[in-house]
């Protein structure tokens, strides 16, 4: 079932209204935790509340965690995260606020711990978790080596909860090494547990977490033995359940719809590893798909999936003409690290190509790329003999580097000044004018919306502003097509806020005639190729020719600010994904594909479109 991203409020607002709304005499405990799609249900949570549909004048307030020694008013702190997100925008008494205190002195944590533990108990436990997961199944600060008996304590992070910190903190020697987490009894004894996870990157642990067996080894899976825990995911959290990869296993699929019975005979000829056009009624058999070919013989069934992918696959020739066209680019190298062998096709065919950056992508820039840009200027009006701007510069680069060595000095890192973000924010379009310049497109912008004014790795709310500040381009240039970064699995967010600004810019053409939009994915996922609707196919010099363009954001190189949960630096990531979507295509039994950028045109009516419109897509799991 899907469900929208509304439906997980409702729980909780049904939950806080039955217990708290009215009640004077009972209260209701809330258990709360941090990431994107929390944030996303704060801000529902405080609509609802301004609406005056839910009072919180009832209500406890505790946190999963806490990086320990950061201060409370520290902007990366846990709390910092929860009172800006909900606690100051709703009618909860301070007295009901019980976050744990990354002050307290280590000789005194013991007593503080036992006293939080006390407290929840007393309580009568936590009524509502709402909990986002951990690529490895943490809960808070609790992971694989924790025991289930564990109490409230201090605790040293582990590996990953040092990467998923990283977008917060920028760079690793800023991230806390120690952290306050909530204990697991208080965790696994909660009355109802909203469980979120959301990405491609989570989509294991949802699998584990969902299908796999009881083990203290992924704490998250003792959550199958509370009858009271909902898994909320998105499209592709779900991409690796049974019934996301083969749905036949375990229900009765509607083979009237092409898109399934081509989904199963290419899973079929994936798991075999062989051709679609050699796959036999054992191979059916074996795997569940008697229904499909009682009601498809397989030479039909073979030749027309192999049919509908063959159609989808297109060389430069066929790709548009005279066209005009947008490029959205969620950052300044979204376009040439997802879509850069197609632009450049698009530029050869005679189509006037505009790139717009959505971002500035500042909170991708390390601060040493801004000691050497203002070392730049200032070696530059000392070599050219121009006192007065070396004069101008210099005071400049001293009163920056001042600020950039108290951050380095700092123990948990600060919030860049405006100068600091300024200067990032000409590094990234620096190194967008030069990629742009690669690609010989006719022309390029630079927007500035609000959506990404936050100074922080959680990003600001969608606003009308935001949605005006599209439409006004694609009024002003008119275009027959666009492209749009249509993968929602970016650790941060970003690409989901701004496609959903471009599909609520579209609405304002009412019925009337549109330019196409076409989504592009490559950085962080790939389209499967059912849902895709074209391959455009590259060549190996194609690719070559993409990753120099790459290679124009220097400052992305070798180890990006936020290089994402892979690891990889993204020309990396990029080129994996174009050769094994080639490889797919070849396993499949098209031959004479190197690599391959897929796209998928926006409708509608789609279930991708539901997810953007939602703001974020539940699949509902019990």
Excluded at 151 to 164: G, M, Q, Y
Excluded at 550 to 564: A, L, M, V
Aim: with cysteine; charged share 25%.
């Amino acid at each position: 079932f899907f469900f929208f991203f509304f439906q997980a409020e409702d729980g909780i607002r049904d939950l806080v209204r039955s217990r708290g709304l009215g009640d004077v005499y009972k209260r209701q405990v809330l258990a709360l935790d941090t990431g994107n799609a929390v944030l996303d249900v704060y801000r529902e949570l405080v609509a609802l509340h301004e609406a005056n549909k839910i009072d919180f004048a009832n209500t406890m307030v505790f946190n999963l965690y806490e990086y320990y020694e950061i201060s409370k008013g520290h902007p990366f702190s846990v709390r910092k995260f929860i009172e800006d997100g909900l606690l100051n925008k709703i009618n909860v008494k301070q007295e009901n606020i019980h976050l744990l205190d990354s002050t307290i002195p280590e000789a005194k944590m013991d007593e503080y711990t036992k006293k939080y533990d006390d407290t929840i108990k007393a309580l009568g436990g936590i009524d509502i978790l709402l909990l986002g997961v951990g690529n490895m199944g943490h809960m808070g600060l609790n992971g694989p080596a924790s025991p289930p008996d564990a109490k409230t304590r201090l605790v040293n992070l582990d590996k990953w909860a040092l990467i998923s910190s990283i977008p917060d903190f920028s760079e690793f020697k800023f991230i806390p090494k120690r952290g306050l987490t909530m204990g697991i009894p208080n965790i696994f004894d909660s009355k109802r547990v909203l469980f979120i996870a959301t990405g491609d990157h989570k989509a294991e642990v949802v699998r584990k977490t969902v299908e796999g067996s009881v083990t203290s080894d992924l704490l998250v899976t003792h959550f199958q033995r509370n009858p009271n825990a909902t898994v909320y995911i998105d499209e592709a959290a779900s991409s690796r359940l049974t019934q996301t990869l083969t749905p036949w296993f375990v229900c009765s699929v509607d083979w009237t719809l092409v898109s399934n019975r081509a989904r199963a005979v290419c899973h079929l000829s994936e798991e075999l590893q062989k051709p679609i056009s050699e796959l036999e009624t054992r191979d059916f058999l074996q795997y569940s798909l008697q229904t499909l070919i009682k009601q498809y013989p397989i030479e039909v069934l073979t030749k027309e999936v192999m049919s509908m992918l063959g159609k989808k696959i297109v060389s430069q020739s066929e790709l548009p003409r005279g066209k005009k066209v947008i490029i959205f680019s969620p950052h300044p190298d979204d376009d040439i690290i997802s879509m850069g062998g197609t632009l450049l096709k698009l530029v050869a065919n005679g189509n006037s190509v505009h790139c717009i950056y959505m971002t500035p992508g500042t909170n991708a820039v390390f601060d040493h790329e801004v000691e050497k840009f203002l070392f730049n200027r200032v070696n530059f009006a000392r070599s050219i003999n121009d006192e007065d701007m070396l004069r101008k510069d210099q005071e400049h680069y001293d009163r920056v580097m001042k600020f950039l060595k108290e951050k380095s000095e700092s123990k948990f890192g600060m919030k860049d000044t405006d100068d600091v973000k300024l200067i990032k924010k000409l590094i990234r379009q620096g190194e967008g004018v030069s990629t742009c310049s690669f690609c010989n497109v006719d022309g390029y912008e630079f927007l500035d919306p609000p959506l990404y004014r936050s100074g922080k790795s959680k990003k600001n709310p969608l606003s009308k502003e935001d949605i005006d500040i599209v439409w006004d381009v694609l009024v002003r240039h008119q275009p027959d097509l666009v492209y749009a970064a249509g993968d929602l699995t970016d650790p941060n967010g970003t690409h989901r806020l701004c496609l959903r600004a471009i599909t609520k810019a579209f609405e304002k053409y009412g019925e009337g005639s549109k330019p196409e939009l076409w989504l592009y994915r490559g950085a962080w996922q790939e389209f499967h190729p059912v849902d895709a609707d074209i391959f455009v196919t590259m060549t190996k010099d194609d690719l070559l020719q993409k990753r120099d363009g790459i290679f124009r954001h220097q400052s992305q190189k070798d180890r990006p600010p936020q290089p994402g949960h892979s690891g990889k630096e993204f020309w990396q990531s990029s080129e994996e994904r174009n050769l094994g979507t080639a490889k797919r295509l070849v396993g499949y039994g098209f031959e004479g594909l190197y690599a391959i950028e897929g796209f998928k045109l926006y409708r509608k009516e789609c279930v991708l479109t539901e997810v953007i419109n939602a703001t974020l897509s539940l699949f509902l799991v019990h």
